[in-house]
C-alpha cells in the first residue's frame, strides 16, 4: 500500500496503516506508475487535496492550485492505477450538498451533489465525475474531522478558538473511527462511493459543553445560526446505511464525544 498526501488526513492514515508514502513531486502518470511499483503496492491511497491553509475560502483566491490538486491529481493517480491494474483508494468530502431541511435527510451517496457554490466543493465534485469511468476505485466522503488529539484542522480544536459557534446539526468524521472502517472497506475491496461519518448528528455546542464538563473549564463563546455568519458554507447530514451494510458497527457522534474529548486533554497536557 501507498499514500500520496501528507497533510492532516494522509499523516493520520500513513501512522495508522503504516504504509509507503509518496514523495512525488510535480506528479505525472509515468512518476506515480514508478512509485506504486517501487513500493509494490495493490492499493495506492490519494490523500492529496488543497483545502486552504486557515479555511476553504483561500481556495477562491488559488483556483489554478485548488483544481490541480483536487481533479488533476485524482485523475492522474487514477489512470495510472488503472494501466498498472492496481486499486485506488480516493479521498474526498461531503461538503458537496446544498444546506437545505426540506431534504429526505440523511442524505445516501447516490443522491447528486448539488452544491456548487465554493470553489473548493466544485473541484470534489469534478474530481468524483472524473473517476466514475474507472473499474476500481473506493471513493470515501469525510466530513468536518474531529480527532482526538490537537491539531489546527481538528474540528475540536478550531471550536476552542472561536468566539461564535453555529448551532446546527451535521454530520462528522471521527478519525478514530475513519481509519478502521477505511482499512475494513478495503479489505472487503469495497468500490464506489462511501459516507465516511458517525451515524447521527452533531451540534457544536454539544461537543463544546462536553469539552467544559471534562476539563472543568468556562468557555467563552455565543451560538449562532449559520446564516448570519456571512460565510458560504454547507451544513449537512450524511447517510451511514450503505457503510453499516458492509458489517461496520457504526458509532454514533455522541457515544464518540466523551471519549474524544478525554484523550484530547490528555494529549494536551502531556
Same mark, same amino acid.
Given at each position: 500500500?501507498?499514500?500520496?498526501?501528507?497533510?492532516?488526513?494522509?499523516?493520520? %492514515?500513513?501512522?495508522?496503516?503504516?504504509?509507503?508514502q509518496s514523495t512525488t513531486h510535480g506528479l505525472?502518470?509515468?512518476?506515480?506508475?514508478?512509485?506504486?511499483?517501487?513500493?509494490?503496492?495493490?492499493?495506492?491511497?490519494?490523500?492529496?487535496?488543497? =483545502?486552504?491553509?486557515?479555511?476553504?475560502?483561500?481556495?477562491?483566491?488559488?483556483?489554478?492550485?485548488?483544481?490541480?490538486?483536487?481533479?488533476?491529481?485524482?485523475? /492522474?493517480?487514477?489512470?495510472?492505477?488503472?494501466?498498472?491494474?492496481?486499486?485506488? @483508494?480516493?479521498?474526498?468530502?461531503?461538503?458537496?450538498?446544498? $444546506?437545505?431541511?426540506?431534504?429526505?435527510? !440523511?442524505?445516501?451517496?447516490?443522491?447528486? !451533489?448539488?452544491?456548487?457554490?465554493?470553489?473548493?466543493?466544485? =473541484?470534489?465534485?469534478?474530481?468524483? $465525475?472524473?473517476?466514475?469511468?474507472? !473499474?476500481? %476505485?473506493?471513493?470515501?466522503?469525510?466530513?468536518?474531522?474531529?480527532?482526538?488529539? !490537537?491539531?489546527?484542522?481538528?474540528?475540536?480544536?478550531?471550536?476552542?478558538?472561536?468566539?461564535?459557534? /453555529?448551532?446546527?446539526?451535521?454530520? @462528522?468524521t471521527y478519525l478514530p473511527d475513519m481509519l478502521?472502517?477505511?482499512?475494513?472497506?478495503?479489505? %472487503?475491496?469495497?468500490?464506489?462511493?462511501?459516507?465516511?461519518?458517525?451515524?447521527?448528528?452533531?451540534?457544536?455546542?454539544?461537543?463544546?459543553?462536553?469539552?467544559?464538563?471534562?476539563?472543568?473549564?468556562?468557555?467563552?463563546?455565543?451560538? %449562532?445560526r449559520p446564516q448570519y455568519l456571512g460565510l458560504?458554507?454547507?451544513?449537512?447530514?450524511?447517510?451511514?446505511?450503505?457503510?453499516?451494510?458492509?458489517?461496520?458497527?457504526?458509532?454514533?457522534?455522541?457515544?464518540?464525544?466523551?471519549?474524544?474529548?478525554?484523550?484530547?486533554? *490528555? *494529549?494536551?497536557?502531556?
Amino acid at each position: 500500500m501507498i499514500i500520496f498526501g501528507n497533510g492532516f488526513i494522509g499523516h493520520r %492514515i500513513q501512522q495508522s496503516f503504516g504504509c509507503d508514502q509518496s514523495t512525488t513531486h510535480g506528479l505525472t502518470v509515468e512518476r506515480a506508475m514508478d512509485e506504486i511499483g517501487a513500493a509494490h503496492a495493490n492499493v495506492v491511497i490519494n490523500a492529496i487535496a488543497s =483545502t486552504g491553509r486557515s479555511n476553504c475560502d483561500e481556495c477562491e483566491d488559488n483556483k489554478t492550485a485548488t483544481l490541480e490538486a483536487n481533479v488533476l491529481v485524482p485523475v /492522474i493517480l487514477a489512470e495510472a492505477c488503472y494501466r498498472l491494474g492496481k486499486k485506488l @483508494v480516493h479521498i474526498s468530502s461531503g461538503c458537496i450538498y446544498k $444546506y437545505d431541511y426540506n431534504y429526505d435527510l !440523511p442524505l445516501s451517496e447516490s443522491r447528486v !451533489p448539488d452544491f456548487f457554490d465554493l470553489f473548493y466543493s466544485r =473541484t470534489k465534485v469534478y474530481a468524483e $465525475y472524473a473517476l466514475r469511468p474507472y !473499474p476500481n %476505485i473506493l471513493t470515501v466522503r469525510l466530513r468536518t474531522p474531529l480527532d482526538d488529539r !490537537p491539531h489546527p484542522r481538528n474540528l475540536l480544536t478550531k471550536l476552542l478558538g472561536f468566539s461564535r459557534v /453555529i448551532d446546527t446539526p451535521n454530520s @462528522v468524521t471521527y478519525l478514530p473511527d475513519m481509519l478502521p472502517a477505511l482499512e475494513h472497506l478495503i479489505g %472487503i475491496d469495497a468500490k464506489g462511493v462511501y459516507n465516511l461519518v458517525c451515524a447521527g448528528a452533531l451540534y457544536y455546542p454539544e461537543l463544546l459543553k462536553t469539552y467544559e464538563l471534562a476539563s472543568g473549564r468556562k468557555l467563552e463563546y455565543v451560538t %449562532i445560526r449559520p446564516q448570519y455568519l456571512g460565510l458560504t458554507r454547507t451544513n449537512i447530514l450524511l447517510s451511514t446505511d450503505k457503510l453499516s451494510a458492509t458489517g461496520f458497527a457504526v458509532r454514533d457522534i455522541r457515544d464518540v464525544l466523551p471519549g474524544c474529548v478525554a484523550e484530547y486533554l *490528555r *494529549r494536551s497536557n502531556a
